[in-house]
């Protein structure tokens, strides 16, 4: 997926902006009352300083009402007083609107935009394949949907709105001072061409500086991270001081780059104000000129001296835009690589539903690799009858824990396929297929919830009369009914209040609460001690009763219960056969059952074997 220019980047921020366009409207349409507002309260103001002059001075012209409008004749008093009231009345309407324009603003961007978008990136997060999450840290995927997100809201907030307001407001400024008087408008903005200038150079430099900047909190937010989950990997080696100069150093970095942008940010907004107070100099003494001579009132260049600094002022916020905008294309670019991500894994479009399937299992010439160079799995072919259990045994990294994840889908193979009841998994339905699989992991995760929420996890409708079956089949229920609160005890983070074994049964009985067909089992009883073993080996005795069963491992324990066993290596199928037949072939699956002379079970088993043969 090549990557967006800024270009594209504004077209698609437009877009997304114009889903709201009748709240931007709305409150881009406050702005404009409240704009029209403020000028007239200057306005104002400028004709009761002429009103007060020419009762000093009544040799004076008269002040200029606006709109032809011609007073009463009422005495100076009187008028000051209507154009006070006038003023008062202003003031209070842009108080009131100012609250109206706040309230949509927060509608606009914090109740609608946000959370919204918010929804989208997660719910794309939800859809795609594993493939995205290997190639992208946690901490960078964490801040799609935190930072990036709100850099997005800042676009339209900051930079849309604002710079509408900011074109409008310098229109409105504009056009009232060349009514008033165009030659020393002219005069004054003579030297507004360096204020782009310099806008445009700062806007150059500026967009590569934020983009490093964000891959430096990446992984800021990634050590953060890895710091907190691995607390106790790091206690147990007395690393703290190591993890907290690494975390110190990525914050550091951090810190530097922010350091330079607020200084090149600090330089460039006293810069363009500068340039813009240069303006206030030439107005003071045309202008001043102007109203010695009488070609202008005094109250007309105390409101053109109020119009040029508002105009200044906006003129200068330009630099803020200009640094917003960039924040938003950087925060941008990461909303948009989730949103744009290939699903690689999609429901094809008339999905196949069997009204029952019975599990069989077939791998025709099977291929895989997580990149095109470096394949992982090559030219598998088995089949697996209904109701069989099949153990997996290979080394680290031979492909085992691949295999099984083709089966739910979570990866497609790059080439031959996968028939379940003999159709294609890619012409199921994601939904049906994995509903019909139940898996269990190495390390299960258990949500900070109640028992009886996790294991309904994959179906929250389940009655407790369900719940507490699947338990029983996994041999949950007996320690399960000895917590404190039975089935609603809630899980600390990580279930760390349940043993592993325990952990492992929940585990279970969540895989197997929808009946499901088809039971993956990654390899649930490595690295756990005698006693948990057995507890995980009896309740996968359960389990896999009636369902077909593959199950990655390694323990002869475990292997033994299969009807029959797979043996790979380097992603292909070297060895095929029972666990008597593999023995007797002294291949690498006896060499394997060898190796395991801590395993009394196993030792056990061997020398059983060894004197049948």
């Known amino acids: 997926m090549s990557e967006l220019t800024h270009a594209q980047l504004l077209r698609r921020l437009l877009a997304l902006s ?142 849309l709105l604002q710079g509408a307001i900011m074109l409008l407001s310098l229109g409105v400024y504009l056009a009232y001072m060349l009514r008033t008087h165009a030659v020393l408008t002219l005069s004054c903005l003579a030297l507004t061409p360096l204020l782009w200038l310099f806008t445009n150079l700062f806007a150059r430099w500026v967009a590569p500086v934020y983009r490093k900047n964000r891959e430096l909190s990446d992984r800021m937010v990634l050590a953060m991270s890895e710091g907190v989950s691995g607390i106790q990997v790091t206690k147990v080696f007395g690393r703290e001081q190591a993890e907290q100069a690494r975390f110190e150093g990525h914050n550091a970095l951090v810190r530097d780059q922010q350091t330079a942008i607020f200084v090149r940010v600090s330089r460039f907004g006293p810069t363009i104000d500068f340039i813009s107070q240069l303006n206030i100099g030439v107005l003071l003494l045309y202008g001043g000129t102007l109203v010695a001579r009488g070609a202008m009132t005094l109250g007309d260049l105390i409101v053109f001296a109020g119009l040029l600094q508002q105009f200044s002022a906006q003129v200068s916020s330009m630099a803020g835009i200009v640094n917003t905008l960039q924040q938003s294309l950087t925060g941008a670019r990461g909303v948009f690589e989730v949103l744009d991500a290939p699903l690689e894994v999609e429901d094809p479009r008339q999905p196949a539903r069997p009204a029952e399937l019975s599990g069989r299992i077939r791998f025709e010439q099977v291929e895989f690799g997580y990149a095109k160079e470096q394949p992982v799995l090559t030219e598998l072919s088995f089949e697996i009858e209904p109701g069989a259990c099949v153990a997996v045994l290979g080394g680290t990294g031979s492909g085992k824990s691949t295999l099984l994840s083709l089966i739910p889908r979570f990866y497609d193979p790059t080439g031959g396929r996968i028939l379940l009841d003999g159709v294609d998994l890619r012409d199921l339905g994601l939904d049906y297929l994995r509903r019909n699989i139940g898996l269990v992991f190495q390390e299960s995760l258990l949500f900070r919830s109640s028992v009886a929420q996790n294991i309904a996890f994959g179906n929250p409708d389940a009655s407790r009369e369900q719940i507490e079956h699947a338990a029983k089949v996994a041999g949950a229920h007996e320690f399960v009914t000895r917590l404190p609160e039975g089935y609603d005890t809630v899980l600390e983070e990580g279930a760390v209040n349940l043993s592993g074994g325990q952990r492992q049964r929940l585990a279970i009985a969540r895989a197997l609460l929808l009946e499901p067909k088809i039971l993956l089992l990654d390899d649930p009883t490595t690295a756990v001690d005698a006693q948990t073993e057995h507890e995980v080996l009896e309740a996968m005795d359960a389990a896999i009763e009636g369902r077909t069963t593959l199950i990655v491992a390694n323990r002869l324990s475990t292997l033994r219960r299969a009807d029959w066993i797979l043996v790979i290596d380097d992603g292909r199928i070297v060895e095929r056969g029972t666990h008597q037949e593999l023995l007797k072939n002294r291949g690498i699956y006896y060499r394997a059952a060898s190796l395991q002379a801590a395993d009394q079970d196993s030792i056990v088993l061997l020398e059983a074997l060894g004197r049948r043969l």
């Not at 606006?66 to 209507?82: I, K, Q, R």
């Open 18 to 159: 114009w889903r709201y366009w009748r709240k931007c409207l709305a409150v881009f349409g406050y702005q404009v009352v409240l704009l029209g507002l403020g000028v007239a309260g200057l306005g104002l103001s400028g004709l009761a300083i002429d009103v007060i002059r020419h009762a000093l001075e009544p040799g004076m012209a008269p002040p200029r009402w606006p709109l032809g409008f011609t007073p009463p004749a009422w005495s100076t008093l009187e008028l000051l007083y209507l154009l006070g009231g006038l003023v008062l009345a202003a003031a209070a309407a842009r108080a009131l609107l100012n609250y109206a324009y706040s309230v949509a603003a927060g509608d606009l961007l914090q109740m609608k935009l946000v959370p919204e978008l918010r929804t989208s990136v997660f719910n794309k997060l939800q859809r795609l394949s594993f493939r995205f999450f290997d190639q992208n840290a946690s901490g960078s995927i964490f801040n799609r949907v935190t930072g990036d997100v709100q850099s997005v809201r800042s676009f339209v907030d900051g930079v």
